[in-house]
């Protein structure tokens, strides 16, 4: 069954680009398939890769490598005195894609920005529930529903937010894969259609690529948009193609097959390395991997039991296996290069006989659990399964059986968020904006419990912190409320903090402008190939 999946996704990745035959193609081996091509709905890197930094734009970018904020759709904005206020100056000209499935009569403007965002917080909009179980997770999970007044038209170019409270993060959030903006026209004419399904399938936006097919887990094509307003890219195509096993990555590119790959194993890298025809970089990710206990559910609703757990497991070994040096060990949920990162925080310690005391000393014994294994890569987490086996073998130690179950990577995802999933799942999170409030309120604060907050954790203590951290402006003021929240965190132990790791990006010597983001995506606009 393996051969022919991977002969069909061959054929698939042939047929695609055979159309590309006399064009500069560049193709990239994705990981995983995109959950779907509308941002909003979504969390996952591999769909925000393939949907929003390809198709699609957003009022603010975050300028290529960096975490710092350039205009993008808008050219420039105004912040009131109160913090409570932001008007942009949207880019005027700015011409949406043209593809077979639609022809824009019009360039983009204000309705185009307030229908992107109104759909994921109104519940009266069309929109809100036009794909089964749309939670809008991310929109969600950054407090905006609760955060936005209203979005005004102040006329066809300028728009205005107008926020309950002033929200120091505010703006870099809106650089984020959730804050895409979408034709509202485009929207309008599948409504009319009765076609709106079409809307996360043939995705239609500003960016620098246009949407052409997708062949379920085999391969996606792109051509560049030759409308796009900050020029046409210098290749002619991209190409996605869907490659969930590193090693097989790891072949295509040595063979020419592709030019760039996503998350090899830790083992390829020397390998790689050595080739002379590719490039490896890397750098410190923007990331952290853990295992989330489901704090609603007994026993694992008792502190002691949590921190039990975690002192059974030897994460250094994790890490060694997993990574073979590409990481450290992990004692806070945001990394050691953020800022307000808390280094007088004290680590867990791996002591066995201690953690089999404390389970006693809690009433618990014959514990049964589950710990799920992500079925993909990730910078954060190489291999969750062979993670979730030392974990396996470590809690063996102190009398507790772990069983290990995981699912398809969007069921995954979906399921391990919700509020009564049995066992412990791995997961983890590259940075979205460089700001700690996108770790500590997106991933634990209360607003995201069943979203993001996989742990079901509210902590009222822990979210009067982060909550009062992003309503200040002052950034000394704010470190101080963050140091505080990871003290809260630890002592409260909703994670087992896995790893930080370093992010390995190689590529063919071929290719030139491919920078490595600190958010953990992958960005093809400005990236040539030589002929």
């Known amino acids: 069954m393996k051969k022919l999946t991977t002969l069909l996704a061959a054929t698939a990745l042939a047929s695609m680009m055979a159309t590309a035959a006399w064009s500069k193609t560049l193709v990239y081996c994705s990981e995983a398939s995109p959950e779907g091509f509308d941002p ?15 198709a699609y734009n957003r009022l603010v970018e975050f300028k290529h490598g960096s975490t710092e904020l350039e205009p993008g759709l808008a050219e420039s904005w105004e912040v009131s005195a109160d913090g409570k206020e932001y008007t942009f100056k949207l880019r005027p000209g700015v011409k949406f894609q043209t593809t077979e499935y639609f022809t824009p009569t019009r360039e983009l403007n204000a309705d185009d920005v307030i229908f992107s965002f109104e759909r994921q917080y109104k519940e009266d909009n069309a929109w809100n529930k036009y794909v089964a179980g749309a939670s809008w997770e991310y929109f969600a999970g950054m407090g905006f529903p609760e955060l936005i007044e209203k979005i005004e038209k102040v006329d066809d170019l300028t728009v205005k937010f107008v926020l309950k409270r002033p929200e120091a993060p505010f703006l870099a959030n809106l650089g984020m894969d959730f804050a895409s903006i979408l034709s509202k026209e485009y929207a309008d004419k599948l409504q009319a259609d009765g076609k709106m399904e079409l809307l996360n399938q043939q995705p239609l936006g500003t ?45 295509k590119l040595k063979a020419g097959e ?53 002192m059974a497991v030897n994460r250094q070994a994790i890490v060694d296996a997993v990574f073979q040096g590409a990481a450290t060990v992990a004692k806070n949920p945001i990394p050691p290069t953020m800022w307000s990162y808390n280094n007088a925080v004290e680590d867990d310690k791996y002591d066995p006989e201690a953690a089999k005391k404390m389970l006693e000393d809690a009433g618990v014994s014959g514990l049964k659990m589950k710990i799920w294994a992500m079925p993909v890569a990730r910078p954060y987490m190489l291999n969750a399964r062979r993670a979730a086996e030392l974990m396996q073998a470590d809690l063996a ?114 290719v030139t402008g491919f920078k490595m983001d600190p958010l953990g995506i992958h960005r093809f606009d400005g990236v040539d190939i030589a002929e």
Request: proline share 4%.
């Open 40 to 54: 909003g709905l979504y969390t996952g890197g591999q769909t925000f890769d393939a949907a929003s930094r390809t």
């Open 207 to 251: 960016g620098p690529f246009t949407f052409v097919a997708y062949q379920t887990d085999a391969a996606i094509r792109y051509k560049a948009n030759p409308d796009y307003w900050n020029g046409k890219q210098p290749v002619d195509d991209l190409v996605f193609a869907i490659t969930t096993d590193a090693a097989v990555r790891a072949q």
């Open 258 to 310: 592709c030019h760039i790959m996503a998350y090899p194993n830790a083992a390829d890298v020397e390998e790689l390395k050595k080739d002379e025809n590719l490039t490896v970089v890397e750098q410190e990710g923007l990331n952290v991997a853990y295992l989330a206990y489901n704090t609603l559910v007994p026993p694992f609703d008792k502190v002691e039991v949590r921190k039990a757990l975690n």
């Open 397 to 510: 130690k102190i009398g507790v059986e772990a069983e290990i179950v995981s699912y398809e990577w969007a069921e995954y995802l979906k399921l391990s968020s919700a509020k009564d999933r049995d066992g412990a799942a791995i997961l983890g999170w590259t940075g979205d904006n460089g700001d700690p409030d996108n770790f500590l309120d997106t991933l634990l604060g209360c607003d995201a419990v069943g979203g993001n907050n996989r742990a079901q954790w509210c902590n009222e203590e822990f979210d009067a912190l982060v909550t009062k951290a992003k309503e200040t402006a002052d950034i000394g003021e704010r470190t101080k409320l963050y140091e505080q929240a990871q003290v809260v965190f630890k002592r409260e132990a909703p994670w087992n903090t896995l790893d930080h790791s370093l992010v390995v990006v190689p590529m063919s010597k071929k």
